[in-house]
């Protein structure tokens, strides 16, 4: 099992920035690959970000590309998805998820967060 808490969201500013992350423990986090997802009121939940297992790869939706950075320190046991720029359309419960070795834009990851609440104001 492996149990993840994010933490970081909150209400800001459209142009702001945010830094989520997430935390890890149970299995050897750097066995999984992680991921970013988000889902807004009344849409489905859509893929945000990914990270390979030893952090060279990452891959992101278009709408997020050169605003979002996707990072994780396996000493630490924890993700990062550094979030700049923001726009209104990025207001949205974000969840991180870890899924066994290789990263997915798809949403079959295998551990799921709570997720945090971030809003953009205009």
């Known amino acids: 099992q492996v149990q993840l808490a994010e933490s970081g969201g909150g209400l800001v500013q459209s142009g702001g920035s945010l830094r989520l992350s997430c935390a890890a423990s149970?299995?050897?986090?750097?066995?999984?690959?992680m991921g970013w997802f988000r889902q807004a009121p009344g849409k489905e939940r859509e893929f945000v970000a990914a990270?390979?297992?030893?952090?060279?790869?990452?891959s992101y939706t278009d709408s997020v590309k050169g605003r979002f950075t996707i990072s994780r320190d396996n000493g630490k046991n924890l993700g990062y998805l550094q979030m700049n720029t923001l726009k209104p359309e990025d207001t949205a419960v974000y969840y991180c998820?870890?899924?066994?070795?290789?990263?997915?834009?798809?949403?079959?990851?295998?551990?799921w967060g709570q997720g945090t609440q971030v809003t953009v104001s205009s």
């Open positions: 998820a870890a899924r066994s070795l290789t990263m997915s834009a798809t949403d079959d990851y295998d551990y």
């Open positions: 149970g299995r050897t986090v750097s066995n999984y690959a």
């Open positions: 990270i390979s297992r030893n952090g060279i790869r990452t």
